[in-house]
């Protein structure tokens, strides 16, 4: 399975556990605890759902590495792309198709590497703060 797809995964589930006792507590006055151990669940992230979705997203950050990974200067196979025609779409040993994803300068990142880079930065601070607001929710209910 594609890391993309987990990390994405991970996001819905972070919004879910978010949401969903938000929706519930904060606009139909009705506590998730209640719900579940009515049909005898024991609901578990009462107080914890900041610091379980933080996690998740955490979790989605760390996917996203390592950055350079799909840099097109090598094949699958192995072979390097560096010298291959740039107008050509397949590799010149295996015949597999590739997406060449060059970057202006060498030695800097590809726009797809940059793009997953801002993302996770995007995700860590996100992450940082579900967990800030986790930590002051438990504050001000003690």
């Given at each position: 399975?594609?890391?993309?797809?987990?990390?994405?995964?991970?996001i819905?589930?972070?919004?879910l556990?978010?949401?969903?006792?938000?929706?519930?507590?904060?606009?139909?006055?009705?506590?998730?605890?209640?719900?579940?151990?009515?049909?005898?669940?024991?609901?578990?992230?009462?107080?914890?759902?900041?610091?379980?979705?933080?996690?998740?997203?955490?979790?989605?950050?760390?996917?996203?590495?390592?950055?350079?990974?799909?840099?097109?200067?090598?094949?699958?196979?192995?072979?390097?792309?560096?010298?291959?025609?740039?107008?050509?779409?397949?590799?010149?040993?295996?015949?597999?198709?590739?997406?060449?994803?060059?970057?202006?300068?060498?030695?800097?990142?590809?726009?797809?590497?940059?793009?997953?880079?801002?993302?996770a930065?995007?995700?860590?601070?996100?992450?940082?703060?579900?967990?800030?607001?986790?930590?002051?929710?438990?504050?001000?209910?003690?």
């Amino acid at each position: 399975m594609n890391k993309k797809i987990i990390s994405r995964c991970f996001i819905g589930g972070a919004i879910l556990i978010i949401a969903c006792p938000f929706v519930s507590e904060y606009v139909f006055h009705i506590r998730p605890k209640y719900i579940l151990q009515s049909i005898g669940i024991r609901y578990v992230l009462d107080e914890h759902w900041f610091f379980v979705a933080g996690g998740f997203i955490m979790v989605a950050a760390a996917l996203q590495l390592p950055f350079k990974e799909e840099e097109a200067w090598h094949c699958a196979c192995g072979y390097d792309l560096s010298y291959a025609n740039q107008k050509s779409k397949q590799c010149p040993e295996c015949g597999e198709e590739t997406q060449l994803e060059w970057s202006a300068v060498p030695g800097t990142y590809s726009r797809k590497t940059t793009r997953r880079l801002y993302w996770a930065i995007f995700l860590f601070f996100g992450s940082l703060t579900t967990f800030g607001i986790g930590v002051l929710v438990k504050i001000l209910e003690s």
